[in-house]
């Protein structure tokens, strides 16, 4: 199920589509009834409490340290609590902590503006309507065209000269972009917050943002000299954007893309487009759970302890209906993204390149 067309998906008419909306119906029954829709108090105050107490360790070793190319290593260990904080911040998005819909956004509030210094209704807006319809093309912002392509059916032209050469090796480059992305997070949130366009509560965004940069900065800056304070930056950074494109990259990349017109019924939308990545504890803690990603679609405002539990159920729901349920290593997702990525990017290259070539090719 990493072909990127929907040809075996069919469109719905009313009678099947009212079948399968009864289908998603039984499929939540049995989850409530199992007890997997309660909120877990417990965790996530617990998980609150360890990424507020591992940052202040962290800030407090940083004056400790002080003028030592050691800090790099703060920098790394930094990079990945940062990120933690940022799977506590989307569960609360999802409204999966507390009941209020008001706590949950004061919890995203706390937690992606001031501890991580990103803009919670930027992140909000964007994953939004990822969820509504994950790699529908017009739809899903996460497919849309900029410097990466992922479908080609938007394409104006086909990509020469130098976008070409990139285009066509886009997949080997995808990883060593992401080390790019921490700066682009920290950049679009600042632009939605200072821009335009609607934030629902933009002074509390920008002065949770303004004093965590600033702050930030100021910090570095004060205690390391320059060209150490860059290198520290660089790192944290780097190695921040690489850990949120590393954990979101297998979760749909490489799936079915589905078109513009498309009718497809909830359940199936979820389940085809999405894939779980195996591993185990260590797997889910690195991932925030997010390895669940099929589930995690299915029911977005699950608790995060809920969806091991949850995943039996869903395999063999979709086992029993013949629902295509996708599930991998880590690294062999990996390489479905590259080859993926590389496919698309060829036939961004050349449109009317050979099919047959362009298999061999990406295949290679």
């Given amino acids: 199920m990493d072909s990127t067309s929907t040809s075996g998906l069919a469109l719905e008419a009313d009678g099947p589509r009212q079948r399968q909306v009864s289908e998603f119906t039984a499929l939540t029954r049995t989850v409530q009834e199992a007890g997997l829709m309660r909120r877990r108090y417990g965790y996530y105050w617990s998980r609150f409490a360890l990424i507020t107490l591992a940052l202040a360790g962290l800030g407090v070793a940083f004056v400790v340290i002080g003028h030592s190319w050691w800090q790099l290593a703060l920098a790394a260990v930094l990079s990945l609590v940062l990120g933690q904080a940022m799977f506590l911040g989307h569960d609360a998005a999802h409204r999966q902590i507390f009941a209020s819909g008001r706590w949950n956004d004061w919890a995203s509030l706390v937690i992606a503006n001031l501890y991580a210094g990103m803009s919670y209704g930027w992140w909000q807006h964007k994953h939004s309507r990822h969820h509504a319809k994950p790699n529908q093309i017009g739809t899903d912002p996460d497919i849309g065209t900029g410097v990466l392509v992922f479908t080609t059916d938007d394409l104006a032209a086909p990509r020469t000269g130098l976008k070409g050469w990139f285009a066509a090796r886009q997949g080997w480059l995808f990883f060593p972009l992401l080390l790019l992305e921490g700066l682009n997070l920290h950049i679009s949130g600042v632009k939605t917050i200072f821009g335009r366009g609607e ?11 303004t004093l965590r940069l600033g702050g930030y900065l100021a910090l570095v800056f004060w205690l390391l000299p320059v060209g150490m304070a860059f290198a520290f930056l660089g790192v944290q950074l780097g190695l921040f954007g ?9 979760n749909h990349k490489g799936m079915p893309i589905v078109p513009a017109d498309a009718r497809i019924d909830f359940l199936r939308r979820q389940v085809l487009m999405s894939r779980n990545v195996r591993g185990g504890r260590v797997v889910e803690e690195l991932m925030g759970g997010l390895n669940y990603q099929i589930e995690h679609h299915l029911f977005p405002n699950m608790a995060r302890p809920h969806l091991r539990a949850v995943q039996p159920i869903v395999r063999e729901f979709c086992a029993g209906r013949g629902i295509h349920y996708t599930e991998t290593s880590v690294l062999e997702s990996y390489g479905i993204v590259v080859r ?6 060829l036939a961004a290259r050349d449109p009317f390149q050979c ?3 362009l298999e061999h090719r990406s295949a290679r």
């Fill in 355 to 357: 099919p047959l070539t």
């Fill in 199 to 209: 934030v629902k509560r933009r002074p509390v965004e920008i002065a949770f943002v």
């Fill in 340 to 345: 993926y990525l590389n496919r698309v990017g």
């Fill in 242 to 250: 690489l850990y949120m494109g590393a954990v979101f990259a297998p």
